[in-house]
């Protein structure tokens, strides 16, 4: 399987695929379903089209196509898939579970555009076996089911992980299947939802996004001598530790002339940490410079 790299930076560019629009109010417009290829690469089609729709504002299309992972019928899905004495109970549990998940996915991809975070995604084979590890106390365990499919479906599981100059800061995995020309939902973790007897530890509220880092002291950027009249603006990317102080600094965007000039008055910025968990947490901060002479 390939990985993808989908990049959720200021000067992160994700194309528009065809079968994917954002440039219109509805998705139906465009596609009343996804029409993508049972694939890695089609996968990552459905997906970054929910990140292009977030990351240029537009909220109510990127739900739209969060929307598209719920299985079409799945009351009738259920029943062909698991049996129809099932299929009733089923469906109440994964409407429940596709809710967490579409607000859970919603969250996560906001606090990663918020505070200028890699999001990596792989799509890996599937499967609803189940092996416990010896080494883990079964009452740690949410009790397994036992119930398994009568009709075998096409099992996924993608991979996430959020990155901060290149150091994971979460990892986490959903499983899917193939229906109907797009990718599906059907459980969070690694397996689909129905080889768990419950879904206590699934479905609560959505974690809270991290709170971003806040500049508490800045420092202006002197115009260099050397630049001769260069004028713009330049971007820069900081990396902020726990304690709020700068411990990298690099240029997005700006003129070659100008850049020393904002590093150096970066790195003597100090912030306010974010807060993940009631504890201080590594982020990044995009801070602007204007030069005029």
């Excluded at 059907?186 to 809270?208: C, H, M, T, V, Y």
């Amino acid at each position: 399987m390939r990985k993808s790299l989908l990049q959720i930076v200021v000067i992160c560019v994700i194309a528009t695929s065809p079968a994917y629009s954002t440039t219109q109010q509805s998705v139906d417009d465009v596609h009343p379903k996804p029409n993508i290829s049972q694939s890695p690469d089609g996968y990552n089609v459905q997906f970054s089209a929910i990140l292009e729709a977030y990351k240029a504002g537009n909220k109510s299309l990127g739900k739209e196509l969060i929307e598209q992972f719920r299985l079409p019928q799945p009351g009738e899905w259920f029943t062909e898939h698991l049996g129809a004495e099932r299929s009733k109970a089923l469906t109440e549990r994964y409407d429940k579970l596709f809710a967490a998940f579409a607000a859970d996915m919603e969250l996560s991809i906001l606090d990663a555009i918020d505070n200028h975070l890699n999001l990596f995604t792989e799509l890996k084979e599937g499967t609803e076996e189940m092996v416990l590890p010896k080494e883990v106390p079964q009452q740690k365990l949410t009790p397994l089911s036992g119930v398994t499919t009568i009709k075998k479906p096409a099992l996924f599981y993608a991979r996430f992980d959020r990155q901060r100059s290149g150091k994971s800061i979460g990892s986490w995995a959903r499983a899917f299947t193939f229906e109907d020309g797009g990718f599906r939902f059907l459980g969070f973790g690694s397996k689909p939802f129905w080889i768990w007897e419950s879904d206590s530890r699934f479905a609560g509220p959505p974690k809270k996004p991290l709170q971003l880092a806040k500049p508490i002291h800045q420092v202006p950027a002197i115009y260099p001598a050397s630049a001769r009249g260069v004028t713009g603006k330049v971007s820069l990317i900081l990396s902020i530790d726990a304690l709020g102080k700068v411990t990298d600094a690099k240029v997005l965007s700006g003129d070659p002339a100008l850049t020393k000039a904002a590093i150096d008055a970066a790195r003597q910025w100090s912030f306010e940490a974010p807060i993940r968990n009631g504890s201080p947490v590594e982020s990044d901060y995009i801070a602007e410079f204007n030069f005029v002479k």
